[in-house]
């Protein structure tokens, strides 16, 4: 009987042999999505990809890129923001 941890639907079970000729069921975690862009739905790049149980163990500075709109936009679309906002309070 697998542990109260294993005995979910949500995971995938697969069947392995073992070197003794034993065939066992191993228990498959989920996969781990990438963080998308807010705007254009690309993958961040400098954000891991992980479970949230494994990013939470980061540094700050590991979990996101330190710039305006880290971890949140792109590179290009947070550019294409801070010129938007620049424009509008200037006018």
Same mark, same amino acid.
């Given at each position: 009987m697998p542990r109260p941890s294993l005995r979910s639907t949500?995971?995938?079970?697969?069947?392995?042999?073992?070197? =003794?000729?034993?065939t066992v069921n191993r228990?498959?975690?989920?996969n781990n999505s990438?963080?998308?862009?807010?705007?254009?739905?690309?993958?961040?790049? =400098?954000?891991?990809a992980g479970r949230d149980s494994?990013?939470?163990k980061?540094?700050?500075s590991q979990k996101r890129p330190d710039r305006a709109f880290g971890?949140?936009?792109c590179s290009a679309c947070s550019?294409?923001?801070i010129?938007?906002?620049l424009v509008e309070s200037l006018q």
């Amino acid at each position: 009987m697998p542990r109260p941890s294993l005995r979910s639907t949500s995971l995938r079970k697969l069947r392995k042999k073992t070197p =003794g000729g034993r065939t066992v069921n191993r228990y498959a975690g989920k996969n781990n999505s990438r963080a998308k862009c807010a705007t254009c739905k690309k993958p961040l790049a =400098g954000v891991p990809a992980g479970r949230d149980s494994d990013i939470s163990k980061l540094s700050k500075s590991q979990k996101r890129p330190d710039r305006a709109f880290g971890g949140n936009l792109c590179s290009a679309c947070s550019r294409r923001e801070i010129k938007k906002r620049l424009v509008e309070s200037l006018q």
